[in-house]
């Protein structure tokens, strides 16, 4: 689903607004269920191009700096979901997507609340 959607990431000096890079950036923190090798649930996941991705994984930033990075963008990702989830133009299966990670949050979108 993060295929050419904008980056959500937007890490100043870093971001290259590229869509065409943008992947699903997964938490890296330990209370969204990242431990070791094991990844962050999708639904603790933001948009991000190339170079946002690596800053926050393999970067040298301090952690709480990538914490906020990453926790900005997840409440911009979870406002694209909303819109994702209840737009008739995208299709079924990023609505469903969109629908299954906010459930999982508890942040369905406001018309279903």
Not at 39 to 47: E, G, Q, R
Not at 64 to 69: L, N, V
């Amino acid at each position: 689903m993060a295929r050419d959607r904008p980056c959500l990431l937007l890490v100043p000096a870093v971001c290259t607004h590229r869509t065409d890079t943008t992947v699903a950036c997964h938490s890296n923190l330990g209370e969204h269920g990242k431990a070791g090798a094991r990844k962050a649930d999708d639904c603790y996941s933001t948009w991000g191009c190339a170079a946002c991705h690596a800053w926050l994984d393999q970067g040298p930033a301090p952690a709480r700096q990538k914490r906020f990075a990453f926790m900005s963008g997840h409440a911009r990702q979870v406002l694209a979901w909303r819109q994702i989830a209840t737009d008739p133009t995208e299709p079924e299966r990023f609505r469903r997507a969109a629908g299954r990670a906010l459930a999982h949050l508890n942040a369905t979108p406001l018309e279903a609340a």
